[in-house]
């Protein structure tokens, strides 16, 4: 099931998921993932965040925040617990994040992949991202994909 984070309940889950599923991919410094772990719950108040969860009052076994910019969609983080990856949560969620952007006028979304998360970088462009450039002062991938719009 898709639903919306509830912030007491699915924050320390959300932060706990991006130390194990993100940070070992990241480039990023020691103190410079420790201040971004810190910045989590910050960083989730500004834009939405959707959870998969086996029911209702269930955990969250993965999670997608974005935040809509006028047309653009940009995706901010997105995680599936390792023992609950290739169950379609990621796909689903993205399906979920996509749709509602597209109702919101967004023409186009976009993401960034550290450069040795090589299994996210698949993942997107399966579901239609392309590669648009390399940033080599973050060491991560920019990528994009046409949005339809949903009115």
């Known amino acids: 099931m898709i639903r919306y984070?509830?912030?007491?309940q699915d924050d320390p889950v959300i932060i706990n998921l991006v130390k194990k599923e993100l940070v070992p991919h990241s480039s990023m410094s020691r103190p410079e993932l420790e201040k971004a772990i810190r910045?989590?719950?910050?960083?989730?108040?500004?834009?939405?965040?959707?959870?998969?969860?086996?029911?209702?009052?269930?955990?969250?076994?993965?999670?997608?925040?974005?935040?809509?910019?006028?047309?653009?969609?940009?995706?901010?983080?997105m995680a599936v617990a390792s023992q609950h990856q290739r169950k379609r949560h990621g796909k689903t969620l993205m399906a979920h994040a996509e749709n509602?952007?597209?109702?919101?006028?967004?023409?186009?979304?976009?993401?960034?992949?550290?450069?040795?998360?090589?299994r996210a970088h698949l993942f997107y462009q399966k579901y239609g991202y392309e590669t648009i450039?390399?940033?080599?002062?973050?060491?991560?991938?920019?990528l994009e994909k046409?949005?339809?719009?949903?009115?």
């Open 39 to 77: 910045d989590i719950p910050r960083r989730l108040t500004q834009g939405i965040t959707l959870v998969a969860s086996p029911y209702y009052e269930a955990d969250p076994v993965a999670f997608i925040h974005f935040v809509i910019h006028g047309e653009l969609l940009f995706i901010d983080m």
């Open 100 to 118: 509602l952007a597209g109702s919101r006028g967004c023409t186009r979304a976009k993401v960034l992949v550290d450069q040795e998360n090589t």
């Open 133 to 142: 450039r390399y940033i080599p002062v973050s060491r991560c991938f920019e």
């Open 146 to 151: 046409r949005l339809l719009l949903r009115l």
């Open 5 to 8: 984070r509830r912030p007491k």
